[in-house]
Each structure stands twice: as C-alpha cells, then as structure tokens.
C-alpha cells in the first residue's frame, strides 16, 4: 500500500527590515527590504512549496539549500533538512509567501513509501512553475514539470522510465549522491506528459521495491 510522507515545518521566521550586511550577502535588490525564513524536515518538498509561493505573493526565492544527511542528521531540533528564504518589498508580502509555503507543504508536497518509510520517493507534478523552479529549469515561467526524486539506483531506473514513458524533456539531472544521499531530476513536457512521467517513475521505483534482485 502506497502511503504519503508529509513534511513537518519546523521554524519559521520574519525579518521584516534586513540588516544591510546580510541584505549584501544575500544579493539582495534595492527594493527587497524584508526576508522571510523556513526550515522543514523534508527539502524536495519545500522546493515545490517555496516555488508556489512565487505565484502567490510579490516574493523571490534568495537562498534554498538542502543539509548534509538529511533531516535524520540534523544539526539542531530546528535544522531539518532545507533553510528557504524568501524576499520582497515589505513585511505583508513576505507574510504571505511564508504562509503560502507552508500551506503547500501541509496539503500537496509529499513524498511516499510502500514498505513503511525505508524506501521513499518524489513523484511530483507541478502543472504551472513559479519563479524559482522555472529558473533552475531553464523553462518559461508557467510551464509544467515533473519533479522526481527517489534513492539512488531507485532515481536512475526511474529517471530512464519516465523519460521512455511520456514525451518530456530532462532540464535537470541530480545525479547521486545529493546532499541528502538521494538523486532525481526536473522533466518537462506538457501537464499531461509530465504527470505520465510521474506515475512511470513511481512504478519503477516499486519494482525495486519489490524485486530488488531480479533483473
């Protein structure tokens, strides 16, 4: 049986004028006053639901990195396994991408597993990118993906049949070990392809699953 494995947040955080310095470091515009700070025990899934958060609120993705290990390997109660950052123009906007993220991790984002969480995969359709996957894609702003991610031989094989599966395109391999020990990569194609895409890998990754010595 097929179950969801939902992030938790684990801190959040607003600053609503940034200090001049930190504003540097994070290349921030001249009209990015205020960032906004999230950490989850889940970072694929934060990704999706930071790039949502583009698309509902005057904000942009400024920092987005995944933690050594995972989340099991934390470095404090509060690390997880993603620190996001978000910046806009004002305390409201950056309010609003934060809780916009946190909304799509609680109701949309999740990973799954089929044998009580000791394998887990990613087979995530986004039917419209906000504007950070799209850039990291190297896409149109708007335009569809499938985010797969899954365990190491798990990715491959699955990577090969949601390539095989639908008409999508690689724009982004990672290949493994992540950060998290994980690999994956972004395809797009239409919504339709995308979510065929998907639903290959998924199998594959259960055939793995369930035949992990036969080939």
Known sequence: ????????????????????????KLQLSSDQ????????????????????????????????????????????????????????PNPAEVRAGVDACVDHLENEAWFYTCDGGKTVWFPHTISRTGSYLS????????????????PPIEAVYGLDAALKASEVTMKAFYGPPTETNFGGGLLTGSQSACKAACEAFQRAVIDIVENALKF
């Open 1 to 24: 049986m097929i179950e969801a494995i939902k992030p938790q947040v684990l801190a959040v955080r607003l600053i609503p004028n940034v200090a001049p310095d930190l504003a540097k």
């Open 33 to 88: 006053r205020s960032i906004g700070m999230i950490t989850s025990t889940i970072d694929d899934a934060t990704y999706v639901a930071l790039d949502e958060a583009t698309k509902k609120a005057e904000v942009e993705v400024v920092y987005a990195k995944s933690f050594y290990a995972g989340s099991n390997h934390a470095s404090g109660p509060r690390s997880g396994e993603i620190l996001g950052i978000f910046a806009g």
């Open 135 to 150: 850039k990291i894609a190297d896409i149109p702003e708007g335009e569809p993906l499938a985010y797969l991610i899954a």
